[in-house]
């Protein structure tokens, strides 16, 4: 299996796995697979976050909102590996409750991975929400 196909595999299980617990009210495990290296960062569709401290209360934040994941589809529409950096860009297509009223939306998303001791973490994310 190349690079290309072991980042892709990673995208589409720990990944995936990670954003369906969050809309499910569990931020643990996209926590687990974010960098603890400075620098990290987040533009996101609704809040933004810098640094280990902000990224914690940003996904506590959303996991308290989220719940109740009926869908969530990843679109990948392109990515790359060089060495030990990576990137993802694709459509997240979500259906969840959100403080409790069910909602269907799509992001945009931007990620950047980096590889720290064999294993690939992710180290910054813009996402906003796709309008018609």
């Known amino acids: 299996m190349s690079e290309r196909d072991d980042f892709l595999a990673w995208v ?4 995936y796995e990670a954003e369906v617990a969050l809309h499910n009210g569990d931020a643990a495990p ?15 569709a609704w809040r933004n976050a810098v640094g280990r401290d902000e ?3 940003l996904f506590t934040g959303l996991a308290n909102s989220f ?11 392109a990515y790359d590996v060089r060495g030990d950096m990576a990137y993802t860009v694709g459509l997240e297509h979500t ?3 959100v ?8 992001l945009r ?14 180290a910054h994310r ?3 929400t796709v309008t018609a």
């Open 55 to 57: 990224l914690d209360a």
């Open 99 to 106: 403080d409790g009223e069910p909602r269907t939306y799509t």
């Open 12 to 15: 589409r299980s720990a990944l």
């Open 109 to 122: 998303a931007t990620q950047v991975y980096r590889r720290e001791n064999g294993t690939w973490h992710v």
């Open 67 to 77: 719940s109740d994941c009926t869908s969530y589809v990843y679109e990948l529409q």
């Open 126 to 128: 813009h996402a906003d």
């Open 95 to 97: 259906s969840a409750s």
């Open 30 to 44: 996209r926590r687990a697979l974010w960098s603890h290296t400075e620098p990290v960062s987040v533009l996101g």
